[in-house]
């Protein structure tokens, strides 16, 4: 093959390979929660739960920063993306907050049913939110799944379970995955709301699904821990506890680690459920793990006799590097940064412990129960309280406006006609080339027929062959060339994905 025909391969390989990446990576096209080092947009973080974040806290002190008044009792855990702040509460209103000041952006109440609790107001919103691609996602009392615009608070879809949803939904390559109280895990596109599959479990799901490559990973009543397929939801395994398993799995390095009312905390092989230790505690473990540098911390919660610790082990072996003792039982479950453990109790307190040793750094006193999680972003640590306050502690923040995030997803068809449309321009753009390329090559041919004076009149000509012939397009061209329609292929893909 002569060295015009590589050159042309490599610069239809380039151009093809670039818009490819460029339309499959591009934020629109994405169909899972948007995670970065700074975000907390989920339930413990991210789609395994691992708790973790690479946020430094500012927060070395209990330094309020900013609290804000709800219309009830704040049990869900706040998610943060790109400086807001979603979370519902029990009255059945869905908040998105500055990060920055607490002031409330927008609000979305559920309409009023019999399924709140008491005095509260509306059906209480106990799910914590997942925040992907310009939508918010999140479970009620009144029975319901919902999809919210992220920027306006705008209803975009909901489905209606058999009953409450208190489970916190995970959102993963389009799809959204979360528990009911009617025994069912779910399975929803993220787009439209269309269940793809449900999974019955025998037992009320109020535990959080993580999503793990093709497996979805969740607790239930029943006293089991399931192992499903992402995109059937035929069971893969199931491990058997001695009660009733509402903590959330946090799914690490291969490992699966979790609590049960059985006063154990777990740890499984992700890969087929056998159990490769467990740790016995003195009271129920609804916590859900947090697993950071080889170390799981998690609480035990509240029970007839509570054991009010919060524990730190060692991941591989389960053995108890430390606890910390609170002055009640401990369902928050913690968050891990910088070396941080920062953890809600039952005694109203947010406390603040070294990750090594356990030591009390800080404790700030709320005036009722935490069960929520905190969430760090962006070196704030925010939590919600049943005093119906969201608190914020650290230092004064300095960003910019705030924005919603992404745009909201393309859909598994407009991904296709997309990518249809970049192949059919690279196509033809490669078409008009080579039949550039053999006229310009049957023009060296005649003019080596005929009299050189004619070469000799047309130098320019002449020049412009001889480089033809012997590089028509260099690599740096096919460069810059697929550069070009890579920026091509992502305006097309936001442009589409922000069409309603």
Same mark, same amino acid.
């Given at each position: 093959?002569?060295? *015009?025909?590589?050159?042309?391969v490599i610069f239809t390989f380039v151009l093809t390979l670039s818009a490819f990446f460029c339309l499959v990576?591009?934020?629109?096209?994405?169909?899972?929660?948007?995670?970065?080092?700074?975000?907390?947009?989920?339930?413990?973080?991210?789609?395994?739960?691992?708790?973790?974040?690479?946020?430094?806290?500012?927060?070395?002190?209990?330094?309020? $920063?900013?609290?804000?008044?709800?219309?009830?009792?704040?049990?869900? &855990?706040?998610?943060?993306?790109?400086?807001?702040?979603?979370?519902?509460?029990?009255?059945?209103?869905?908040?998105?907050?500055?990060?920055?000041?607490?002031?409330?952006?927008?609000?979305?109440?559920?309409?009023?049913? &019999?399924?709140?609790?008491?005095?509260?107001?509306?059906?209480?919103?106990?799910?914590?939110?997942?925040?992907?691609? #310009?939508?918010?996602?999140?479970?009620?009392?009144?029975?319901?799944?919902?999809?919210?615009?992220?920027?306006?608070?705008?209803?975009?879809? %909901?489905?209606?379970?058999?009953?409450?949803?208190?489970?916190?939904?995970? @959102?993963?390559?389009?799809?959204?995955?979360?528990?009911? /109280?009617?025994?069912?895990?779910?399975?929803?596109?993220?787009?439209? !709301?269309?269940?793809?599959?449900?999974?019955?479990?025998?037992?009320?799901?109020?535990?959080?699904?993580?999503?793990?490559?093709?497996?979805?990973?969740?607790?239930?009543?029943? #006293?089991?821990?399931?192992? $499903?397929?992402?995109?059937? +939801?035929?069971?893969? /395994?199931?491990?058997?506890?001695?009660?009733?398993?509402? &903590?959330?799995?946090?799914?690490?390095?291969?490992?699966?680690?979790?609590?049960?009312? =059985? =006063?154990?905390?777990?740890?499984?092989?992700? &890969?087929? #459920?056998?159990?490769?230790?467990?740790?016995?505690?003195?009271?129920?473990?609804?916590? *859900?793990?947090?697993?950071?540098? !080889?170390? @799981?911390?998690?609480?035990?919660?509240?029970?007839?006799?509570? =054991?009010?610790?919060?524990?730190?082990?060692?991941?591989?072996?389960?053995?108890?590097?430390?606890?910390?003792?609170?002055?009640?039982? @401990? =369902?928050?479950?913690?968050?891990?940064?910088?070396?941080?453990?920062?953890?809600?109790?039952?005694?109203?307190?947010?406390?603040?412990?070294?990750?090594?040793?356990?030591?009390?750094?800080?404790?700030?006193?709320? +005036?009722?129960?935490?069960?929520?999680?905190?969430?760090?972003?962006? !070196?704030?640590?925010?939590?919600?309280?049943?005093?119906?306050?969201?608190?914020?502690?650290?230092?004064?923040?300095t960003t910019s406006t705030p924005s919603p995030g992404t745009q909201p997803m393309l859909s598994t068809a407009?991904?296709?006609?997309?990518?249809?449309?970049?192949?059919?321009?690279?196509?033809?753009?490669?078409?008009?080339?080579?039949?550039?390329?053999?006229?310009?090559?049957?023009? @060296?041919?005649? %003019?080596?027929?005929?009299?050189?004076?004619?070469?000799?009149?047309?130098?320019?000509?002449?020049?412009?062959?001889?480089?033809?012939?012997?590089?028509?397009?260099?690599?740096?061209?096919?460069?810059?060339?697929?550069?070009?329609?890579?920026?091509?292929?992502?305006?097309?893909?936001?442009?589409s994905s922000s069409v309603p």
């Amino acid at each position: 093959m002569k060295k *015009s025909n590589y050159a042309l391969v490599i610069f239809t390989f380039v151009l093809t390979l670039s818009a490819f990446f460029c339309l499959v990576s591009s934020p629109a096209a994405l169909g899972s929660a948007t995670s970065s080092s700074s975000n907390w947009p989920m339930f413990h973080h991210d789609l395994t739960h691992s708790g973790y974040s690479t946020s430094t806290p500012t927060a070395t002190n209990a330094t309020l $920063l900013w609290n804000f008044k709800t219309n009830s009792p704040v049990g869900a &855990s706040p998610a943060i993306v790109n400086g807001l702040v979603y979370i519902g509460s029990d009255g059945g209103i869905a908040y998105c907050l500055n990060a920055s000041d607490g002031s409330e952006i927008w609000n979305f109440t559920v309409a009023t049913t &019999s399924r709140g609790f008491p005095g509260a107001g509306g059906p209480a919103i106990s799910s914590s939110m997942a925040v992907a691609n #310009g939508y918010v996602y999140f479970g009620c009392y009144d029975r319901n799944v919902y999809c919210l615009n992220a920027s306006t608070g705008e209803k975009v879809w %909901n489905f209606t379970t058999g009953n409450t949803v208190e489970s916190c939904p995970s @959102v993963a390559n389009g799809h959204v995955y979360v528990g009911s /109280w009617d025994g069912n895990v779910y399975c929803f596109d993220a787009a439209t !709301g269309a269940k793809i599959w449900n999974y019955s479990t025998g037992g009320l799901v109020e535990s959080s699904p993580a999503a793990v490559g093709d497996h979805i990973y969740v607790g239930s009543i029943n #006293g089991n821990v399931y192992c $499903l397929d992402a995109l059937s +939801g035929a069971k893969i /395994w199931n491990y058997t506890t001695g009660n009733v398993v509402q &903590s959330s799995p946090a799914v690490v390095d291969g490992r699966l680690y979790i609590g049960s009312e =059985d =006063d154990n905390v777990y740890c499984l092989n992700a &890969s087929n #459920g056998i159990k490769i230790w467990n740790y016995p505690t003195l009271s129920w473990v609804d916590s *859900s793990p947090a697993v950071a540098n !080889g170390y @799981v911390y998690v609480g035990t919660g509240e029970s007839a006799n509570p =054991d009010k610790n919060v524990y730190c082990l060692n991941a591989l072996t389960g053995a108890k590097i430390w606890n910390y003792t609170t002055q009640d039982g @401990v =369902d928050s479950s913690p968050a891990i940064a910088a070396g941080y453990v920062y953890v809600g109790g039952w005694d109203g307190n947010v406390y603040c412990l070294n990750a090594s040793s356990g030591a009390n750094i800080w404790t700030y006193t709320t +005036g009722n129960h935490v069960s929520s999680s905190p969430a760090v972003w962006n !070196g704030i640590v925010y939590v919600g309280s049943w005093d119906h306050h969201v608190y914020a502690f650290g230092n004064q923040l300095t960003t910019s406006t705030p924005s919603p995030g992404t745009q909201p997803m393309l859909s598994t068809a407009e991904i296709i006609y997309l990518a249809a449309v970049v192949i059919v321009v690279v196509a033809i753009a490669a078409v008009l080339i080579i039949f550039r390329h053999k006229k310009l090559h049957g023009q @060296v041919a005649m %003019n080596s027929l005929k009299p050189s004076r004619r070469n000799e009149r047309n130098p320019q000509l002449k020049n412009m062959i001889s480089q033809f012939s012997v590089m028509p397009l260099s690599f740096n061209h096919a460069f810059i060339f697929s550069l070009i329609l890579s920026r091509i292929s992502l305006n097309l893909a936001n442009f589409s994905s922000s069409v309603p």
